[in-house]
């Protein structure tokens, strides 16, 4: 069974910055992309970023872009979302989604349970 | 930017159909999928490229894409289908709230 364990989300001020992690268990996670999804208290869901298998291709929403850096470690199979200059609008679940191809077309077929980011000023 | 409109809600009685739509600029030329999420719980994917079913997922659930509208369909609606449901092509649509009565 594929597990995703996100972590590293908590309480930040509003210019800090914050690493999350997801861990990726049951999956050879060198041949997925991951992203990252986000859930404002009582809002929808916002596609944050992607990064391919490889971790050639990386994509960000206009709303992250140029503050939040994707990155990962296929011998750790961990993903990771860098978050700095983090603002009140950033406060936020958020979710590690496992893609179910190597680029960046593809669904998201399992999801983690999500860390929390509360930014506050 | 690309955006996906969805209704906010949508509601049906038990046993009737469900058709939720997903509106976006030549959306019939993207791979859209679909993502039920019940409350406090993480999304689950329920279709996935266009039309097809991740294993678990029942048959009641099927969805189409043409033009400028996704459309997932829930058939014979049962109470346990009560979620928030999701489009997505690359960004998601708001999402709409699917009560059963």
């Known amino acids: 069974e594929v597990q995703l364990l996100e972590s590293g989300g908590g309480l930040v001020q509003v210019g800090g910055s914050l690493r999350l992690s997801c861990v990726v268990s049951?999956?050879?996670?060198?041949?997925?992309?991951m992203n990252w999804v986000r859930q404002a208290p009582g809002k929808g869901l916002e596609w944050v970023s992607i990064i391919d298998s490889v971790g050639n291709i990386v994509y960000y929403a206009d709303s992250v872009r140029g503050r939040f850096t994707i990155a990962r470690d296929n011998s750790k199979s961990t993903v990771f979302l860098q978050m700095h200059g983090l603002r009140a609008d950033d406060t936020a679940l958020y979710y590690c989604?496992?893609?179910?191809?190597?680029?960046?077309?593809?669904?998201?077929?399992?999801w983690g349970h999500g860390t929390m980011v509360t930014v506050s000023s | 930017s690309f955006v996906l409109t969805q209704p906010p809600s949508v509601s049906v009685a038990p046993g009737q159909t469900a058709m939720i739509p997903c509106v976006g600029d030549k959306v019939g030329g993207k791979s859209v999928h679909w993502y039920q999420q019940k409350p406090g719980q993480a999304p689950i994917l329920v279709i996935y490229y266009d039309n097809d079913r991740p294993s678990g997922i029942p048959e009641r659930f099927s969805a189409s894409n043409s033009e400028n509208t996704a459309t997932l369909t829930i058939s014979s609606v049962e109470a346990g289908d009560e979620a928030d449901y999701y489009c997505?092509?690359?960004?998601f649509g708001g999402g709409t709230k699917l009560t059963v009565l």
């Open positions: 049951g999956s050879t996670f060198s041949r997925y992309a």
């Open positions: 989604a496992k893609g179910d191809s190597s680029g960046p077309e593809g669904a998201l077929d399992i």
């Open positions: 997505q092509a690359g960004v």
